[in-house]
């Protein structure tokens, strides 16, 4: 049974690919979504595996490493006890979308920022202070002195009242101060759920890649095919769950000493999803220990 969560945010660097596999629109290879709510996600056993796999090196005692992780069988591949640490999906919690003003702006809505609340509460965090009244379709929620009006892509919305969302979230997002920070504080819109979704399936980055065959140098037959990422500036937020070590002797002591553990080897930057042979899928981690 996991005893203690923690929260953990994941920040696009470069575009991520966190793969669905095959489509069955106008896109090969679409990202993840949640089945309900059609949002970006990426799954819990993708986060834990790209970890598993970027943290092994770190650790000296293995037996603190196939604690938080889990054993593997050598011959099988199958586990041979169970992990202390599990993953959640990971959710959005910002997203970013070109803006008439300020270059871009982050998006998010009620649901995620109360599902962000429920997941903070969950790690022993003090809640976000949200919002009274939440905004229509047409509407938004700025940050003080944003304006009386927000362009995003080719649509108009209309401030609805100011929040205080951006300023108590910057300095968790970005714990060094600067330009990112900065403009966080003045570019975190909440939008309405339905308008977040709209935003989240239509500005999505979308490339198209070729193979070209080295004999003829022209693209290959039937190898020509579009893929869909997460841009750059996307912010994500997962629960970290763990349990009491199911190995005594491993040198953990208990679901609190794996968390440490955990955070105190958490990389400061990990490739997750699809094409790291083409510089995708790097983000930043920011473990959340500590109310800011």
């Given at each position: 049974m996991y005893e203690h969560a923690a929260l953990i945010l994941l920040y696009a660097e470069e575009p991520v690919h966190p793969g669905a596999g095959g489509g069955i629109g106008a896109i090969d290879l679409p990202v993840q979504r949640e089945v309900h709510t059609n949002l970006p996600i990426m799954y819990g056993s993708g986060l834990k595996g790209s970890l598993k796999a970027r943290?092994?090196?770190?650790?000296?005692?293995?037996?603190?490493?196939?604690?938080?992780?889990?054993?593997?069988?050598?011959?099988?591949?199958?586990?041979?006890?169970?992990?202390a640490l599990s993953f959640t999906d990971a959710n959005l919690l910002a997203f970013p979308v070109k803006a008439a003003s300020g270059l871009f702006a982050w998006l998010t809505s009620p649901r995620q920022l109360t599902l962000f609340n429920t997941v903070r509460q969950h790690a022993g965090l003090p809640a976000l202070p949200l919002p009274a009244n939440w905004p229509g379709d047409e509407q938004c929620l700025t940050p003080p002195g944003y304006g009386h009006e927000a362009i995003l892509e080719h649509f108009c919305f209309t401030r609805l009242a100011d929040h205080a969302v951006a300023t108590a979230l910057a300095p968790v997002v970005f714990p060094e101060a600067g330009w990112h920070r900065e403009h966080f504080t003045r570019a975190l819109l909440i939008v309405s759920d339905d308008t977040f979704e709209y935003f989240t399936t239509k500005s999505t980055e979308i490339r198209t890649r070729v193979r070209i065959d080295d004999a003829t140098g022209v693209v290959a037959d039937g190898a020509l095919w579009i893929e869909e990422y997460?841009?750059?500036?996307?912010?994500?937020?997962a629960s970290v769950l763990a349990a009491r070590p199911s190995r005594p002797e491993c040198g953990v002591a208990d679901a609190q000493a794996a968390l440490t553990l955990f955070s105190t080897h958490c990389p400061a930057l990990a490739q997750f999803g699809g094409n790291e042979t083409v510089g995708k899928g790097f983000m930043r981690l920011i473990p959340v220990t500590e109310a800011h």
């Open positions: 943290m092994k090196s770190a650790f000296t005692e293995s037996a603190q490493f196939e604690a938080l992780f889990g054993k593997e069988e050598e011959t099988t591949g199958v586990e041979d006890h169970n992990s997460l841009p750059v500036d996307t912010i994500l937020f």
